[in-house]
């Protein structure tokens, strides 16, 4: 019942990351009505992007929807993009893995929460190489409800110092290195939202986990880069995906109270 439970609610949280992918690049409100301005748009129901016909409830079953109408518009026929029902079931696996190791815990669901955070941003960096500011500063939010949590139940110790001190060592040392790397390339080598994930990564972590993150995302970044370089033909590629990756690898690490390089917590 409880693998059950993390599934439905995985799949939910899915179609919410779907939600943020479609309508955070293009400046649409996922909160509620907002009058245009300044030519953002803004929408309360989700709609067909080609006949603009306002889906119902049974159109928005995470995954199920898109099964049963085969991939097709209720109202119009258009083939409905396969990555959303694949976006919906990476984030159900995500916040199944989180509670294979954290189990069915509030700490788990804390984190299972900004799983849908995270998929969005790694398919919006992929898409627009851009991590929006809104969805690092709700992840950062959870983070600090989850250090709160840690914070009520097992008192103010090290590991609240050490992740509160993580936001500001993992933000300058990349800030560093990117303004080293910056000066020797003459050109921009690391985005400011790269150094707000960091920041983000550290306020999660803590220090212990800061040689590990570095490395992981690193050797990441390299995989990613050489697979733009050789196969998608292009110089350029977000580094956001690593760094994701590895936030979310780290998370399964300190459920398992194992922090790499180091032992054990």
Not at 6 to 30: D, K, M, N, Q, Y
Not at 39 to 53: D, E, I, Y
Request: hydrophobic residues 55%; glycine residues 10%; aromatic residues 14%.
């Amino acid at each position: 019942m409880e693998i059950a439970f993390v599934l439905f609610l995985g799949l939910v949280f899915g179609s919410f990351a779907t939600a943020l992918c479609w309508r955070v690049p293009r400046e649409i409100s996922w909160i509620g009505i907002k009058g245009d301005k300044d030519g953002r748009k803004s929408a309360a129901r989700s709609l067909c992007p080609h006949c603009k016909n306002p889906l119902k409830a049974q159109d928005l079953i995470p995954f199920f929807s898109w099964v049963f109408l085969k991939g097709k518009c209720r109202h119009c026929s258009a083939a409905i993009d396969g990555r959303y029902p694949l976006i919906e079931l990476f984030t159900a696996l995500g916040c199944l893995g989180i509670y294979f190791v954290w189990g069915f815990t509030v700490p788990a669901f804390i984190i299972m929460a900004a799983v849908p955070l995270l998929v969005a941003l790694f398919v919006i960096d992929l898409e627009y190489m851009i991590l929006p500011n809104q969805l690092i500063f709700l992840a950062a939010a959870l983070a600090l409800i989850f250090i709160v949590y840690q914070a009520l139940s097992n008192g103010f110790d090290a590991q609240i110092l050490s992740k509160i001190a993580g936001m500001v060592v993992f933000a300058l040392i990349v800030w560093g290195v990117g303004c080293i790397m910056g000066s020797i390339l003459k050109k921009e080598a690391l985005g400011m939202g790269d150094v707000k994930f960091f920041a983000l990564s550290g306020l999660w972590l803590g220090l212990p986990y800061l040689p590990f993150f570095l490395i992981f995302s690193g050797l990441c970044g390299v995989a990613l880069g050489l697979y733009y370089q050789f196969f998608l033909k292009k110089q350029v590629f977000p580094f956001g995906p690593a760094l994701i990756l590895s936030l979310y690898v780290c998370l399964l690490l300190q459920g398992l109270e194992i922090v790499p390089l180091i032992g054990v917590q």
